[in-house]
Each structure stands twice: as C-alpha cells, then as structure tokens.
C-alpha cells in the first residue's frame, strides 16, 4: 500500500510524475482549483479585513471524495502542485480542504502536508524536489488572494451598474478594462492622426568599379536636412543636377550583434505570435503540454520544457553547461564564448524559477518531431532554438558608410556585409510590424570598394513623396509588449485578458488587429469618466508593484485591500448617482422616418446604435446607421458595413417598399420599410470576403398546403425550401431521409439543425413524435444483432458505423468517408 499521497492539477501531470515515484507513492490530480468564491454572492465581507469565503466549485466534489478517501490511506500528503502564486493557492484550498480529515501533525520532523517544487518534469527534479520538501508559502497565497479580491470587488460591484446603464450581461474586470482603454486610445490616436508630407531624394551613382548604388540625401551646409514639400525637393534636385559627387569620407568598422536571452513567459507570447502566428492562447496551451510531458516512445512520458510561467532569465548551472557541450560538438569552438553568459532579469523579476529552456537540450527538434503534432513541434523548436542561440558568440558584420559631398549636399549610403554569423546560425530574433530593420536594408545594400576624393557618376536621381503614419493597431504580440511594458497584468494572465475582452465583443480582430467595438468604446468611456483613478494605467500598474510586495512579504494583503477599497468606494457610490444612462440618450440626427415624417434619433439598443422615429411608441420604425453615420457617432466597429452592397436601390417585391438595412442576434438583413405590415426579409451572406444579398429562388414546386409556389429561403442555419406565401402559409419541406420513425412508425426520419448549427435527425411529427438522434441512421441490418439500422458516427478523420442497439457493442471503421451532409435549415 501507498505511504505518500502526490497531488498535481492535471492528468497529464500526474502521469508524467508517477512514472519517476515507486510504489510507495500514488498520484492523484485535483482538475485545477477545487475551491472559488461563491458565483452568485459578492463573497467578501469588506468590514471583517476582507474575508473571503470560499465554496467547492461545482462538479468538484467528486475529486475532493476521492482525494480524501485516497488521504486517509497514507502517511504523508505531498502538494506538487505549479510552482506560482495560482499553484500556491490551489496547493492552500486542497491543504485547507484535506486537513478536516488528515490533521497537519508532525511525524519524525516532517510535517503531514508538505509543499514540493519543481521547474520541470524530469526524474531528476522531481527526486531532488520530494529530498527538498517544504510548507506552503503563505506570501504567495496572500497574493493570490488579494488579486482574486480585488478582481471580484470591481466585478460584482461594477458590472451591475453596467447592466443597467449598457447592456445586461457584460462586465467590468480591474485589468481587462484597462487592457480595452489601450485599444480605444489608441484607435482615437488613429483616427485623430493628421498626415505629415516629408520628401526622400536617393541618388543612384557609379564609381570606377562596379555595382551601382543607392545614397541617401542627408544634410545641407552641415545641418540635417528635412524637405517637407514637392516645391523644396524641386529647389534640392536642381542643385544635385548641377553638382559633382566626391566621396568625402570612407568608414568601415565593425559592429557586434548579440543574442537575447532564454525566453520568458511574455516574451513566448510575443515571438510565437511574430513568427509561428500564434495566439497567446495556443502559445500557453501547446507550452503547457510541453511541460507537463509527452510521451517519447521507448524513453516514456518527459516535460520537454521548464516551467512556463517565468519572468526569470536565470538558467542553471547543469543546464548552460550541457549546451555549451552542444554548441561546441555541433557548431565548433569558434562559436562558444569562453564562459557562460548570464543575463540579468529584469526588476522584480523571480529568480527562484529559470528561464523557459529545453529540459534536455541533447532533445533536439528533429529527435522528438516524430513525437509532438506540428504545432508543438514549432514551438518546442523555437524554445530550443532560441536557448542554444543564448549561449553562442555574437554575429560580427563589417558596416561600412560612405559620405559623399554634393556642392553644400552630403549624401550617406551604408552597407553591411556578414563578417561571423555566432549565434545567427542558430536563431534570429523577429520584430514587430511597426518596426524597422535597418540591419536588413544594411545587408541587402551592397557597396563598391571606393576610395575618398573620388569622383562618382550620377546615374539618376530618385525623389519620392512620403507622409507620416499613425501608429498600428494593437496585435497580439503588440498588446502584449504594451501590456509588459505598462505594468498592466502579468504574463500568465495574458491569455485570459486576450480572450475575455473579444468573448465581451468589447474588441474584435480583423486581419490580426485589435478594433474596439461600439460596445467596447462606451463601456471605456463611461469606466474612465466615473473611475478615472481605479482604471488608471499608472494605478493598476502600481497595484501590480504591491501583490509583487504581497508575495515578497513586505506589504499585508490587507493592507493594499483596504487602500484600494477606500478610493473605490467613493468612486461607486457617486457612479451609482452620475453615470450617465446610454440606452436612454437619443441623438437627433436631419434623417426624416419615411412612415410618419418626423425626425429619427439615434438610440442604443442590445445590438448597438441604431435609427428609430422620436415618434416612439407611435412610431416604431427604426432602421441600421449608415456607415458614415455610424462614423460621426464615434463608432470604430464598422465591420457591419464592410463590403456591404449598395442597397438604396433595394425594394420589396411584395409591397414595393424600400428595403432597409438592419442587425439583428443572426447579423444584418434587408427587411422591408412597410414592417409590420410586410414582414418581408432578405438574407446578406459573405462570399469569397464580399457581402451580398441573397434573393429567395422560386421553384416549380407547389406548397402542399395552399397550392403557392416553393421557394428556397436563406435562414439562420443555411438554406431551406417554405411556402412563398409566409408568413399566411408556413410550411417548411423537410429534408427526409427516406427512413419511417423507428419510434411512431407514421413520420419519416429528417435531417434538421439544432440552435448551435449542429446536424441532428428526427421524427416529421415533432412535436407530436420526438424521436431524435444525433448520429445519422442508415437502413442496414446490424450483422452481429440484427438490429433493423445502424448508425454512421463522423469525426474529422473518420467515419465509425455501429449499432443502433446500445446493448450491442458491434462497429466497424469506413475507410473512405463519404460526403458530409449539407447545411440546411430555417
């Protein structure tokens, strides 16, 4: 029987770990956190010092059972659980939770529930970890803590206040609302940008030997020299048209270019998503996986990578040792600095985890890509590529840069060439869109041996308008260096703020960039008028300073509460009197409503801004903002406008109406003018990235119910075939199978979809016959039972028929899947 008990969060983990343990320990995995505070109730008593009171998570009780009948059996209770405040709390809550039955005694000096840390899961660390064994680190919790407490004081108080004066259902999060006020500025900036025209003039020239080249003009009599207009490059050429060009001055050096070093958490995030286009989402789950273990065949399950939740750039002493082994039998001496190279982390940065590096770094890529799918193998790769490339010599280039005199004209053109490639010829690091590499220009620039005084040919002389840019929009490798650099969040919460803010639809991405939606700019603005301090960029950067206090010991989690509660407080007591309620603002607008002639005002729906009459309730016509419209009302989400076609045209084929535009929970439609009286809608589709209306088709086929033509209609679910003559007439064919109900025997089995898109088949007596089944039946006799059909199961990969009979456990693979089922449905 077991002696010790080993909890981790994850399956995959355990795995991992129990494969390195013998027979005296069992390893159970907790599914993450096993306690929370309450979701229904705020959770925290404000006037107690904050008191948080914690609740099982739902679904969890079952893993707690287990992890206390498991408890009971053993002498010893190890918490192995991630090395970081959020694996420090889970640790607290299972410690806390396992303590009611397994009281934390001491036996021969050891106490009952022990603390184990480890940076990698390999059978060396985690031996070394369990020699090593210590108590949960109550700093770490207390910081934990804090965050969750001040995360659900601004959620649950905030958020209502929202509901009310927005939209039911979204939500205010200390750092996600900063994180969207980045996006929403910057977008403002964008917009608020006014091009600057700027001029370059480049002269192509020859010397005694060849190539041609390029130089750029400079300066004018020993001044930088800025051309700002067409009128004053004209003034500039006239005078290089009438000069000599005389190299002035010739100048070689060399120039080093260094490595970077191993990778921390958000520096991952941000190279994975330069260079393997990546979202921080994918980056940490597939980091994730490589870290808790894959299995490598004969050698079994092993963490390929460190821990890789870090803002540490150490590395240890076996580990640089190991790859300078590497560097030197792979690449040869010339490329292996004579020591070690350590780097220094960053302030405030926890040395007491390494940098994100290989856990053996003789795995090569290529030596485990038959084990990982492509992605993984990508971003182990990269990892690797990026550690080797840490401890390797620099690249040395020759630049050279000749200045070259044109009456009171200097003129410069620069050129590098590859002297010693070091660590290059391992990994070179990617940089932003927004960013310039002049290297590069440097290396493609090729220059002729010339000497100074010497005289050179114009060939051409090359003037080119330019105009200053605003700068981009925010990706995600952007957003998160902005993010780092600010202060705003720490790295393992990246991928939760990325997420959280587009699932809100406070910002969607287009083409890989942020935009703030219509939704995303008034919560901002209405966050930042009434909480301008708690909102702050400065203030929420300054809390991060503190819960890294917390953490260090230096500051009681209390204490950093109760000054935050404080500003907090007043600010939420005066929001509930002042701030403003957007769905009862209405903008007058010139627009005239074409039912009753009076003036329509912008209004704020559960879709966003929207047309409708100032004779409401009267009146009840409203229709969609034009894009120009939507534009001047400050709305930066104008997607529901692009490639749209031009419908001023459009009109009802029933009534003779105008079509109108409008959005609804399924995106926008034409719908008819004369509403409600002709309910007539027209579906707008995306095609191959334009938008165009999609016109009912009239069939040869009558309605069996009023004799009316069919037609095939566009709904929310795809195509399907109704009477013409709804909404009087609303018979819809159903795509039958040509299969009786197994169930009533009177209807037959139809292909339908359900609210999500999904395919699912049942009974054409619904409601009256409910039969239904989510795997589609086929007319064969099951040949081990002889059940009357069998059914066809798809996955992406393959089609499975087996028995409809579930006592029956009869299936067999098909080999080539044939054509999936078409989309259908109103």
């Excluded at 939500?171 to 969207?180: E, I, K, P």
């Excluded at 005239?592 to 409708?612: D, N, P, T």
């Excluded at 089609?799 to 989309?823: F, G, I, L, Q």
């Amino acid at each position: 029987m077991a002696k010790s008990l080993v909890i981790v969060e994850s399956p995959a983990k355990a795995k991992t770990i129990n494969k390195y343990l013998g027979r005296d320990y069992v390893v159970k995995a907790s599914m993450g956190h096993i306690r929370d505070l309450p979701r229904k109730k705020l959770g925290v008593d404000v006037d107690e010092e904050f008191a948080p009171t914690y609740e099982v998570i739902p679904g969890k009780e079952k893993v707690i059972r287990e992890l206390k009948a498991a408890a009971e059996k053993v002498e010893t209770i190890y918490v192995a659980t991630d090395p970081d405040r959020e694996g420090e709390a889970i640790g607290f809550h299972i410690a806390e939770t396992l303590s009611g039955k397994k009281k934390s005694t001491k036996k021969n000096g050891a106490p009952r529930i022990q603390r184990v840390l480890f940076n990698e899961i390999t059978k060396k660390a985690i031996l070394e970890a369990f020699q090593h064994a210590g108590e949960i680190d109550q700093h770490l919790v207390d910081a934990q803590q804090a965050r969750r407490v001040l995360d659900r004081l601004v959620g649950y108080q905030v958020s209502p206040l929202l509901w009310d004066k927005v939209r039911r259902g979204i939500s205010a999060g200390r750092v996600q609302t900063v994180a969207v006020r980045l996006i929403v500025e910057r977008e403002r900036e964008i917009k608020a940008f006014a091009p600057q025209e700027y001029w370059t003039i480049d002269a192509n020239l020859s010397a005694h030997v060849p190539p041609l080249f390029d130089a750029r003009l400079t300066k004018f009599g020993g001044q930088k020299l800025e051309i700002s207009n067409q009128e004053q490059a004209d003034i500039a050429l006239a005078a290089l048209q009438q000069s000599d060009f005389l190299v002035e001055e010739v100048t070689t050096k060399e120039k080093k270019r260094y490595p970077v070093p191993s990778f921390i958490t958000s520096k991952l995030q941000q190279e994975a998503s330069r260079k393997l286009r990546f979202t921080v989402k994918k980056t940490m789950m597939l980091a994730q996986r490589l870290y808790e273990g894959v299995d490598l065949g004969e050698e079994g399950t092993v963490g390929l990578i460190t821990y890789m939740r870090t803002d540490s750039t150490r590395v240890s002493a076996e580990a640089l040792a190991e790859c300078r082994e590497l560097i030197a039998s792979t690449f040869g001496p010339s490329y292996l600095p004579e020591n070690a190279i350590h780097y220094r982390s960053k302030k405030g940065a926890q040395d007491a985890h390494e940098a994100i590096r290989p856990t053996a770094v003789v795995r090569t890529p290529e030596s485990v890509q038959p084990f990982l799918d492509p992605d993984a193998f990508k971003l182990y790769k990269l990892i690797w590529q990026r550690f080797v490339a840490s401890q390797m010599n620099p690249a040395l280039f020759d630049q050279t840069t000749i200045d070259i005199a044109a009456g009171k004209y200097l003129l410069r053109a620069t050129g590098s060439v590859v002297k010693f490639n070091g660590f290059l010829a391992v990994y070179d690091e990617s940089k932003d869109d927004d960013e310039k590499d002049e290297e590069k220009e440097e290396l493609e620039h090729t220059l002729p041996p010339v000497t100074r005084g010497e005289k050179l040919a114009l060939k051409e002389l090359k003037p080119e308008q330019h105009f200053t840019e605003p700068p981009p929009r925010f990706n995600e490798a952007t957003l998160v260096k902005a993010l780092e650099e600010k202060g705003i969040g720490r790295p393992s919460t990246y991928a939760t703020i990325i997420n959280t803010i587009q699932e809100r639809e406070y910002v969607v991405k287009n083409t890989g960039r942020f935009y703030p939606t219509e939704l995303g700019n008034i919560t901002n603005d209405l966050l930042v008028e009434n909480f301008d301090d708690i909102f702050d960029i400065q203030y929420t950067a300054h809390m991060e300073e503190e819960l890294d206090e917390i953490e260090d010991g230096k500051l009681a989690w209390t204490d950093a509460l109760r000054e935050f509660y404080t500003k907090f407080k007043k600010d939420l007591t005066l929001a509930k009197k002042h701030m403003r309620n957007v769905k009862r603002q209405e903008t007058p607008t010139e627009e005239v409503c074409e039912k009753c002639g009076k003036m329509m005002v912008i209004k704020w729906g559960r879709h966003g801004s929207f047309l409708a009459c100032s004779g409401y309730p009267e009146c009840k016509n409203t229709r969609e903002l034009s894009k120009e419209m939507a534009a001047n009302n400050g709305s930066s989400d104008l997607s529901v406008h692009e490639g749209m076609p031009d419908v001023s045209e459009e009109v009802c084929e029933n009534c003779g109406r105008p079509m109108v535009l409008k959005r609804g929970r399924f995106g926008t439609f034409l719908a008819c003018s004369g509403y409600p009286e002709c309910r007539t809608t027209k579906k707008i589709v995306t095609h191959q990235g334009a938008k165009k209306i999609v016109a009912d088709v009239v069939l040869d086929e009558k309605c069996p119910q009023c004799g009316n033509a069919l037609v095939i209609r566009h709904g929310r679910y795809g195509e399907f075939t109704a009477c013409s003559n709804y909404p009087k007439c609303k018979y819809v064919k159903l795509k039958t199978i040509g299969m009786s109900c197994p169930e009533c025997g009177v209807g037959e089995l139809a292909e339908r979809k359900s609210r999500f898109g999904k395919v699912f088949y049942g009974c054409s007596r619904y409601p009256d016959c409910k039969f239904t089944l989510w795997d589609k039946p086929l007319l064969e006799p099951c040949p081990q039972c002889g059940a009357k059909y069998i059914l066809e199961h798809r996955t992406k990969k393959h089609v499975v028929h087996r028995c409809s009979v579930e006592s029956c456990h009869w299936k067999e693979k098909v080999e080539e899947a044939p054509e999936a089922p078409e989309a259908v449905g109103a």
